[in-house]
């Protein structure tokens, strides 16, 4: 994620080049991927919603500090990647499925409603009325690096991963059909 982030930040770009193309290929993967396992950790850990605030508002305003050095920061989203889930800590397996579409779904309609181009100069990658209250809370919600609409649904995704049951007795069976007899139940070879 590091290597991405430095590629685009410090606008490397000689495609010919053997890194070039590896960081390439990660790109945008990895961040997903952390947000996700950051979901794992948040059902892992069991924090109280206080805990979980506190921790959040940490995550917030390291990443705020960051920000003055490297523009695409993620530890501010991270923060209210947080916030945002404090509400859903007591939510059933299907309210925090139901959640997470209720969020891809904003998220779309947030892309088609809005101008996502809003704020952002795309030949320095600058975005130019940040620290106004309307240019934050614009980047942070819905055309930052990584905004809290769709992000928050790779939280959620982590999340509901780990609460869920990973085998329940009939689909277990239902997966054993599908892929053919059972050993048990297959006729023993013949000799010859």
Not at 164 to 180: D, E, W
Request: charged share 15%.
């Amino acid at each position: 994620m590091v290597l991405v982030n430095f590629r685009i930040t410090a606008h490397v770009s000689d495609t010919e080049d053997w890194a070039y193309q590896i960081t390439h290929l990660l790109e945008g993967r990895a961040a997903a991927l952390f947000v996700m396992l950051a979901g794992v950790g948040i059902t892992l850990a069991k924090a109280s919603a206080s805990l979980m605030a506190k921790r959040a508002l940490f995550l917030l305003a390291i990443g705020l500090l960051n920000l003055t050095i490297f523009k695409a920061d993620i530890l501010h989203y991270y923060g209210v990647y947080f916030l945002c889930a404090i509400p859903l800590m007591r939510l059933t397996e299907r309210g925090l499925l139901i959640s997470t579409g209720l969020i891809i779904a904003v998220s779309l309609m947030m892309l088609f409603g809005l101008n996502y181009e809003a704020g952002w100069n795309w030949e320095t990658l600058e975005y130019t009325d940040f620290w106004t209250p309307q240019g934050f809370l614009r980047n942070l919600f819905s055309n930052g690096w990584h905004p809290v609409f769709p992000w928050l649904a790779f939280l959620a995704c982590g999340w509901g991963a780990v609460r869920s049951p990973i085998r329940p007795p009939r689909s277990s069976s239902r997966c054993l059909a599908a892929c053919g007899p059972s050993p048990s139940s297959r006729s023993a070879p013949r000799p010859r």
